[in-house]
């Protein structure tokens, strides 16, 4: 099997190491793909914090672009060589999720503790989310791949793998954002600016953001937010209320993890209002609401995993968006860093200051 580098979390909460590790080639179906890119998102930051356990050692990473270096048996529509984002979207295709136009939820199980890494002595090391990308190569299902044009930067098309997907996707997937309709993003951080871009490309009227940090609420204003309120307000849904014209949200789309924006969000919602949930809690954490009210006025709650993507359907659309100069991507990006500087990355990314952190790996 192929040595390659990885950052291996060994122990929650402890710093990842740098090592090498075995990636097996691709089986039937599967291709690896050289990476150029990968992202840090806040998902890969609770795993390896223990937020949702899991088997360890494990190599986490899920937001990246590079190269088809080779391909299985049956592999359709690529062929090495080509360019591609990499997603952790592993959809087996003929599930009733995935039959029903639902490839974020598929139902088949997938084996990642058996999956293509082990450690250098032949031991289990999981493939965390179906990816492992922070490392120089990965091995996939050609599902969780789609191509790119070679002109666009891997560090910037890594971003499109799950944060501008998650938000964009939530907007207008799973809230069917409608034009016109009035909408609050709360959080303004990676996610959440895609989903201001995201309210703002389905057409909505007002979009108002929320967060506890002014210089976030200001970088808000350059995605498409028409108004913002800071979070620390005693009752920051009141001046919400005021910049929608004296009336609640048609959408309100929570984009952190924290149980106090999940509390407060349906004070935000109007009349008939829904709320969509995109930030992970830790496991265990617990919101409480009054049903009554929401049942007497018509509002919902709605889950949204991924965006609610089909991402062989969405990320074309995406990419001609941002060649378009209507989906910010470049803008994204608040550093760049080498894999051997991961810790630092992770540690700046968990500041709350970064957009979106991205390695770069050396070719």
Same mark, same amino acid.
């Given at each position: 099997?192929?040595?390659? $580098?990885?950052?291996?979390?060994?122990?929650?909460?402890?710093?990842?190491?740098?090592?090498?590790?075995?990636?097996?080639?691709?089986?039937?179906?599967?291709?690896?793909?050289?990476?150029?890119?990968?992202?840090?998102?806040?998902?890969?930051?609770?795993?390896?914090?223990?937020?949702?356990?899991?088997?360890?050692?494990?190599?986490?990473?899920?937001?990246?672009?590079?190269?088809?270096?080779?391909? &299985?048996?049956?592999?359709?529509?690529?062929?090495? #060589?080509? %360019?591609?984002?990499? *997603?952790?979207?592993?959809?087996?295709?003929?599930?009733?999720?995935?039959?029903? #136009? !639902?490839? *974020?939820?598929?139902?088949?199980?997938?084996?990642?503790?058996?999956?293509?890494?082990?450690?250098?002595?032949?031991?289990?090391?999981?493939?965390?989310?179906?990816?492992?990308?922070?490392?120089?190569?990965?091995?996939? =299902?050609?599902?969780?791949?789609? $191509?790119?044009?070679?002109?666009?930067? $891997?560090?910037?098309?890594?971003?499109?793998?799950? &944060? /501008?997907?998650?938000?964009? #996707?939530?907007?207008?997937?799973?809230?069917?954002?409608?034009?016109?309709?009035?909408?609050? !993003?709360?959080?303004?951080?990676? /996610?959440?600016?895609?989903?201001?871009?995201?309210?703002?490309?389905?057409?909505?009227?007002?979009?108002?953001?929320?967060?506890?940090?002014?210089?976030?609420?200001?970088?808000?204003?350059?995605?498409?937010? *028409?108004? *913002?309120?800071? #979070?620390?307000?005693?009752?920051?849904?009141?001046? %919400?209320?005021?910049?929608?014209?004296?009336?609640?949200?048609? /959408?309100?789309? !929570?984009?952190?993890?924290?149980?106090?924006?999940?509390?407060?969000?349906?004070?935000?919602?109007? !009349?008939?209002?829904?709320?969509? +949930?995109?930030?992970?809690?830790?496991?265990?954490?617990?919101?409480?609401?009054?049903?009554?009210? +929401?049942?007497?006025? &018509?509002? &919902?709650?709605?889950? %949204? $995993?991924?965006?609610?993507?089909?991402?062989?359907?969405?990320?074309?659309?995406?990419?001609?968006?941002?060649?378009?100069?209507?989906?910010?991507? =470049?803008?994204?990006?608040?550093?760049?860093?080498?894999?051997?500087?991961?810790?630092?990355?992770?540690?700046?990314?968990?500041?709350?200051?970064?957009?979106?952190? /991205?390695?770069?790996?050396?070719?």
């Amino acid at each position: 099997m192929p040595i390659i $580098k990885a950052a291996v979390c060994h122990e929650f909460g402890s710093p990842l190491v740098i090592e090498d590790v075995q990636l097996a080639a691709p089986r039937d179906g599967e291709v690896e793909v050289r990476l150029d890119a990968v992202a840090i998102c806040h998902s890969d930051i609770s795993y390896a914090e223990g937020a949702w356990g899991g088997f360890l050692p494990a190599v986490y990473g899920h937001e990246a672009a590079g190269v088809i270096s080779a391909v &299985g048996d049956n592999v359709q529509s690529f062929a090495e #060589g080509d %360019s591609v984002v990499v *997603t952790l979207i592993r959809s087996c295709g003929s599930c009733p999720s995935c039959a029903g #136009g !639902v490839p *974020t939820l598929c139902e088949t199980p997938y084996d990642a503790i058996n999956g293509p890494l082990k450690t250098t002595d032949g031991a289990p090391l999981m493939q965390a989310m179906a990816c492992g990308a922070f490392a120089e190569r990965v091995v996939v =299902d050609q599902r969780q791949i789609v $191509k790119i044009p070679n002109e666009i930067a $891997k560090d910037v098309a890594a971003l499109i793998s799950c &944060g /501008v997907i998650t938000g964009v #996707g939530a907007a207008v997937n799973a809230a069917k954002l409608r034009a016109g309709e009035d909408v609050v !993003v709360i959080g303004a951080g990676g /996610v959440g600016l895609n989903a201001i871009q995201g309210a703002r490309i389905a057409g909505a009227r007002r979009i108002v953001a929320v967060d506890l940090s002014e210089e976030k609420l200001e970088v808000a204003k350059e995605f498409g937010a *028409t108004h *913002t309120v800071l #979070g620390r307000l005693d009752a920051p849904w009141k001046a %919400s209320y005021k910049a929608l014209g004296g009336r609640g949200a048609d /959408v309100v789309l !929570v984009t952190v993890g924290a149980i106090p924006a999940y509390e407060q969000a349906t004070r935000y919602l109007g !009349v008939g209002g829904r709320m969509v +949930m995109i930030g992970m809690p830790h496991s265990g954490a617990k919101a409480s609401y009054e049903p009554v009210i +929401m049942a007497a006025i &018509g509002q &919902g709650m709605i889950g %949204s $995993k991924m965006g609610d993507v089909v991402i062989q359907r969405d990320i074309p659309w995406m990419v001609d968006l941002y060649q378009q100069g209507r989906l910010k991507l =470049d803008e994204l990006i608040s550093g760049r860093w080498s894999l051997e500087d991961i810790n630092a990355a992770i540690a700046d990314t968990k500041t709350g200051s970064a957009r979106r952190n /991205v390695i770069l790996f050396d070719r």
